[in-house]
């Protein structure tokens, strides 16, 4: 395909990515029925499969697209701007959901709980222990990645790849620690409507904790290739704004789940 | 003949809903709270049990009651 043209849109080549996107979801979402209902993991281990080789291959052509066909002009990246905003905003919707469960149930706990919360017998964590401990991990994280956002404006690629690879590792740092309360956790996600919407929001978030640090992964990856430039970024900016994102979601789930609500 | 003075829970302004189970609930807890902090023989106690008597289904009062016996009652009392 020619990359000439005397407009400044990007038109998309034929690509197989949204079929097999389409599947993987649809298989991911029958294969959690399965999973939940004849507890037999394998479908949705497929959908997973299926949905990962997908976003890896069409992320893959994406970059193709933009680093090395330089299809992503000034016009194509307001574009992608406002989608990364749009999808944000639909993330907070999403979270607002779960707050709204929590605080439904916390406020006016039932009298089937005996009106307290927490809920007579479950031993909340203490908040001043790993949960606050995460919290400085995921703050000074969004210190880095901004360390590693002014090194790449500034064309400094080491100090760029070093604030790129303190982030990650403070996400695998963070995601680490939550294993181990999960593990050790003397509640489950079966006892009551406390542990419900506890593993609910703060399972939903470790999901996006690995999402996102995957992202920034990528992002340093593509930085070790060569793929930004101090001026045609996005594809960091936006792994920086979904951190932050993250980062922001877990300071209110610190503040009201565990500690106002333990 | 003697006068009957009929008499049920007044209002409270902590309930101000139609939906009266917390009213129902929270007296509950009070009078068996009451009860454990001034012994039994606290008559000031009998208040939050005439509330309870009159607000409560009598279901809920035996179920209660059960729960407090077996020591799975859930409120903190």
Same mark, same amino acid.
């Given at each position: 395909?020619?990359?000439?043209?005397?407009?400044?849109?990007?038109? +998309?080549?034929?690509?197989?990515?949204?079929?097999?996107?389409?599947?993987?979801?649809?298989?991911?979402?029958?294969? *959690?029925?399965?999973?939940?209902?004849?507890?037999?993991?394998?479908?949705?281990?497929?959908?997973?499969?299926?949905?990962?080789?997908?976003?890896?291959?069409?992320?893959?052509?994406?970059?193709?697209?933009?680093?090395?066909?330089?299809?992503?002009?000034?016009?194509?990246?307001?574009?992608?701007?406002?989608?990364?905003?749009?999808?944000?905003?639909?993330? +907070?919707?999403?979270?607002?959901?779960?707050?709204?469960?929590?605080?439904?149930?916390?406020?006016?706990?039932?009298?089937?709980?005996?009106?307290?919360?927490?809920?007579?017998?479950?031993?909340?964590?203490?908040?001043?222990?790993?949960?606050?401990?995460?919290?400085?991990?995921?703050?000074?994280?969004?210190?880095?990645?901004?360390?590693?956002?002014?090194?790449? *404006?500034?064309?400094?690629?080491?100090?760029?790849?070093?604030?790129?690879?303190?982030? +990650?590792?403070?996400?695998?740092?963070?995601?680490?620690?939550?294993?181990?309360?999960?593990?050790?956790?003397?509640?489950?996600?079966?006892?009551?409507?406390?542990?419900?919407?506890?593993?609910?929001?703060?399972?939903?978030?470790?999901?996006?904790?690995?999402?996102?640090?995957?992202?920034?992964? +990528?992002?340093?990856?593509?930085?070790?290739?060569?793929?930004?430039?101090?001026?045609?970024?996005?594809?960091?900016?936006?792994?920086?704004?979904?951190?932050?994102?993250?980062?922001?979601?877990?300071?209110?789930?610190?503040?009201?789940?565990?500690?106002?609500?333990? | 003949?003697?006068?009957?003075?009929?008499?049920?829970?007044?209002?409270?302004?902590?309930?101000?809903?139609?939906?009266?189970?917390?009213?129902?609930?929270?007296?509950?807890?009070?009078?068996?709270?009451?009860?454990?902090?001034?012994?039994?023989?606290?008559?000031?106690?009998?208040?939050?049990?005439?509330?309870?008597?009159?607000?409560?289904?009598?279901?809920?009062?035996?179920?209660?009651?059960?729960?407090?016996?077996?020591?799975?009652?859930?409120?903190?009392?």
């Amino acid at each position: 395909m020619s990359t000439h043209s005397n407009h400044p849109f990007h038109l +998309v080549d034929y690509s197989p990515w949204p079929l097999t996107g389409a599947i993987g979801a649809m298989t991911t979402v029958s294969g *959690m029925v399965k999973w939940f209902h004849q507890y037999d993991i394998s479908l949705f281990f497929l959908g997973n499969i299926i949905t990962i080789l997908t976003v890896y291959q069409w992320w893959r052509d994406v970059s193709r697209e933009s680093t090395y066909q330089g299809l992503h002009t000034y016009a194509v990246t307001i574009g992608l701007r406002w989608g990364m905003i749009l999808f944000i905003l639909s993330e +907070v919707l999403f979270f607002v959901s779960f707050f709204w469960a929590f605080f439904h149930s916390s406020l006016s706990p039932a009298i089937e709980l005996g009106a307290s919360w927490p809920p007579l017998g479950i031993i909340s964590f203490n908040p001043f222990q790993i949960p606050l401990l995460n919290t400085a991990i995921l703050l000074a994280s969004g210190v880095t990645v901004t360390w590693a956002h002014h090194s790449l *404006m500034e064309s400094n690629h080491s100090q760029t790849t070093q604030g790129l690879f303190f982030t +990650v590792l403070l996400g695998i740092y963070f995601t680490i620690l939550q294993a181990y309360e999960y593990i050790e956790a003397p509640f489950t996600i079966a006892d009551s409507v406390y542990g419900s919407t506890f593993y609910m929001a703060t399972g939903f978030h470790g999901v996006h904790v690995l999402i996102g640090t995957t992202f920034l992964l +990528v992002c340093l990856l593509r930085h070790l290739n060569n793929h930004f430039s101090k001026n045609h970024h996005f594809g960091f900016e936006a792994a920086a704004w979904y951190w932050h994102f993250v980062d922001v979601v877990w300071l209110f789930l610190y503040i009201t789940i565990y500690w106002w609500g333990g | 003949m003697s006068a009957y003075k009929l008499e049920t829970a007044p209002f409270d302004p902590r309930f101000p809903n139609q939906n009266v189970t917390r009213y129902c609930y929270q007296s509950y807890i009070d009078f068996h709270r009451c009860q454990k902090k001034r012994g039994e023989d606290f008559a000031p106690c009998n208040y939050f049990q005439k509330v309870y008597k009159s607000m409560c289904p009598n279901a809920w009062v035996e179920k209660w009651d059960d729960q407090r016996e077996s020591g799975t009652f859930p409120g903190r009392i």
